[in-house]
């Protein structure tokens, strides 16, 4: 399967924070390095708020996380698009993957999940998610369907239609059940998702969007190209190309970026109490963004307005992550 990146080289990127604080050092990481891309190939850049897991979400977060953007020069192409207003589209995705044959009801609770596992001898690891064992794929033996998931470890390999015929060098194939695909930054990558994952969730029990699904959905209608995030959402990629392949829709390029850690080496995140940024000096922030980028220090470090900084960061993004001289 070719990934694609539009007519004419056509580039549009993307920056989709979660509302559920404000933005933190390692965000700021991730939403830089999207723009810079995006600049760089002369392209669009959006902004998606990724509300769809509604519990987490903190009111007023989303309006605070656009001000931060824009206090650092970092402003959409577009209105942005919250993920809260598009159910109905996510509704009609499910709609026909169950059509396809690709996505069936689940009765089982976590906590089936974690006995039916512990009973095959498996533990469950610190910060992992156990594999789903399949207990509903041939059917859910009387029981009430409680959540959607997707068939990945029956789904068979279908060639997504290249957009508008034209495709990149990128290439994606599933050899051996091994999903392979690559990342810009990262290389070559693979997966066993059936082995890794199981059958992943599209609609919770809880009745809200699974994050996999919402985020294939908004890409594809926002003609997305090109995927930049933290590398920790390395390992959701392959479910996503599954899923995009399921759906007949393109797959973007992918590049994971580097992550901004914590004294005890976890990744900084708001779950760990990452502290809001301090963009009393936002130049000053942006500059260790571009740092764990490995970008280099600015010529005049105390003599640069935000658009020149912007301006040398952008050239020296395209000599290091696009191969540019």
Known sequence: MTTTTGAAGRYVGRFAPSPTGPLHAGSLVAALASWLDARAHGG????????????????????????????????????????????ARYRRALDQLVALGHAYPCACSRKDIEDAQAALG??????????YPGTCRLGLQGRTGRSWRFNATDFKQKQAPPRDGHTSQAINSIANNILHWHDRRLGPQQQEVALTVGDFV????????????????????????DVVRGEDLADNTPRQILLQQALGLPTPRYLHTPLVCSANGEKLSKQNGASA???????????????????????????????????QWVAAWRRHYNGSP
């Open 44 to 87: 669009q850049w959006l902004v998606r708020i990724e509300d769809v897991d509604t519990p987490r979400c903190v009111p007023g977060a989303d309006e605070f996380i656009l001000q931060q953007l824009a206090t650092c020069g970092l402003v959409p192409d577009a209105p942005p698009q919250w993920q809260s207003a598009r159910s």
């Open 122 to 131: 498996h533990a469950r690891e610190r910060h992992a998610v156990l594999p």
């Open 202 to 225: 599209l609609h919770r029990a809880d009745g809200l969007w699974a994050y996999q699904l919402a985020v294939v959905v908004d890409d594809a209608d926002q003609g997305i190209t």
């Open 277 to 311: 940024l301090d963009l009393s000096a936002p130049l000053q922030a942006l500059s260790q963004a571009a740092q764990v980028l490995g970008l280099p220090a600015l010529e005049h470090p105390y003599n640069n307005s935000l658009g020149d900084a912007q301006t």
